[in-house]
T-cell receptor
Framework: NAGVTQTPKFQVLKTGQSMTLQCAQD?????MYWYRQDPGMGLRLIYY???????DKGEVPNGYNVSRLNKREFSLRLESAAPSQTSVYFC????????????FGSGTRLTVV | RKEVEQDPGPFNVPEGATVAFNCTYSNSASQSFFWYRQDCRKEPKLLMS???SGNEDGRFTAQLNRASQYISLLIRDSKLSDSATYLCVVNIQTGANNLFFGTGTRLTVIP
């Protein structure tokens, strides 16, 4: 049982380049999330998808777009990468509803130069 | 704005010691509470949920005080393997499962 799988694990981009971070879960969860983690800032929610077909902005959505491709997959796109987007990105999934914890993927370490 | 506040530590304790972490949250309407553990360069993993009546899982005890908006985690008989960062987590959006993560408290257990 793989849980939440993220690809790639590492990426270096030049300023202005675009890329898509992929996330897939095999736990039949309805809700999926994208967070970024920066030193001293903790995890901050970028976008979330409460269920297939819906997406909503989180705390720090600027510079990002998302696609909930199907129930399993939730991708995060950087259209024009900036050095401020250098971070560790985590995808997570959960059962829909209050009270359920998240299962995280292993993260993508992104550096924008 | 600090939705969740934690003492960043670090806490350096000897093996076998008891250590307690505290956390305060700002939204009185928060409905769910968790402690997560994060090892260096790894993803956060759910340690335990926190219930109003308090709950225990082996050496770990979590407590919630809704009146004071305060959550605690007690670790008894610390092991070297307990060394990690402990994240206090609270849902902040009424009716939704969006979780807010504290910045974490770093624990190092010393032999």
């Amino acid at each position: 049982n793989a849980g939440v799988t993220q690809t790639p694990k590492f990426q270096v981009l030049k300023t202005g380049q675009s890329m898509t971070l992929q996330c897939a879960q095999d736990m039949n969860h309805n809700s999926m999330y994208w967070y970024r983690q920066d030193p001293g800032m903790g995890l901050r929610l970028i976008y979330y998808s409460a269920s297939e077909g819906t997406t909503d902005k989180g705390e720090v959505p600027n510079g990002y777009n998302v696609s909930r491709l199907n129930k399993r997959e939730f991708s995060l796109r950087l259209e024009s990468a900036a050095p401020s987007q250098t971070s560790v990105y985590f995808c997570a999934s959960s059962i829909t509803g209050v009270g359920y914890g998240y299962t995280f993927g292993s993260g993508t370490r992104l550096t924008v130069v | 704005r600090k939705e969740v506040e934690q003492d960043p530590g670090p806490f350096n304790v000897p093996e076998g010691a008891t250590v307690a972490f505290n956390c305060t949250y700002s939204n009185s309407a928060s409905q769910s509470f968790f402690w997560y553990r994060q090892d260096c360069r790894k993803e956060p993993k759910l340690l335990m949920s926190v219930y109003s009546s308090g709950n225990e899982d082996g050496r770990f005890t979590a407590q919630l005080n809704r009146a004071s908006q305060y959550i605690s985690l007690l670790i008894r008989d610390s092991k070297l393997s307990d060394s990690a960062t402990y994240l206090c987590v609270v849902n902040i959006q009424t009716g939704a499962n969006n979780l807010f993560f504290g910045t974490g408290t770093r624990l190092t257990v010393i032999p």
